[in-house]
C-alpha cells in the first residue's frame, strides 16, 4: 500500500513513452495495483482509491513530462520549412517539418500540433526546438514547454492526498472491524 503512489506514477511515466508496448504493459500494472489496493481497502473505499489513483496516473504523466522536459531539454534555433494538415476525427491537424541546423548538419523533425505546431505558423519562421537528449520525450517547439505549471501541480498533489486519506481511511475501518469480531 506504501508504494502504491510510487507505483501509479511509474505507469502515468510510462504511458508518455509513445510506445505500444509500453503503454499496454503500464496499463496491466497500474489495473493490477488498483485493483489489489481496492480489496484491501473495502467497497467504498476501494472504489475512490481505483478511481482517483485512475486519475492521478493520467495527471502525473504529463505533468512529469513537462517537468522533465523543462529541466533537462535541450534547446536548439530552427527553421520550420513545412506545414501540413490533416483529418482528424474532430477537425484538422497539422504537423510541422522543422529543420535545425546549427550542428554543421541538418537534422528534420516533425513536430505535432500537441507538440506546438500551429496552424498560423508558415515557412521560414524561425522557431526553438526543445529535444530531450536521452529521446525518451517528444521533441517540442519552445512556446509549448513552460514547465510544471502550478495548477497542475496542485491537481497532481489533490489527487494524491485524496487517493492516500481514502487507503488510510479503508485500512483502518478494515482493522477496526476485525477488533470488534
Known sequence: MVLTPLILAGCGWLNQGGSTLLLMGSVVVLMLVLVVAGALCGAGPGTCVAVLGFTFALFVGPALDDYVLDQRGTRYEAVIADISSYHRRH????????????????????????????????????VTLVV????WLAT??????????????????????????????????????????
Not at 541538418?106 to 519562421?125: A, H, K, V, W
Not at 530531450?132 to 529521446?135: F, K, L, N, T
Not at 513552460?146 to 482493522?175: E, Q
Open 91 to 126: 477537425g484538422t491537424g497539422h504537423t510541422c517539418t522543422v529543420i535545425r541546423s546549427d550542428s554543421g548538419r541538418n537534422l528534420t523533425y516533425r513536430i505535432d500540433d500537441s507538440q506546438g505546431c500551429d496552424e498560423d505558423f508558415e515557412p521560414g519562421r524561425h
Open 132 to 135: 530531450d537528449p536521452e529521446d
Open 140 to 181: 517540442r517547439l519552445s512556446n509549448d514547454v513552460n514547465g510544471l505549471s502550478s495548477g497542475h501541480a496542485w491537481t497532481v498533489g489533490g489527487l494524491l492526498a485524496a487517493m492516500d486519506a481514502f487507503i488510510l481511511y479503508g485500512r483502518l475501518r478494515r482493522r477496526a472491524g476485525r477488533s470488534h469480531r
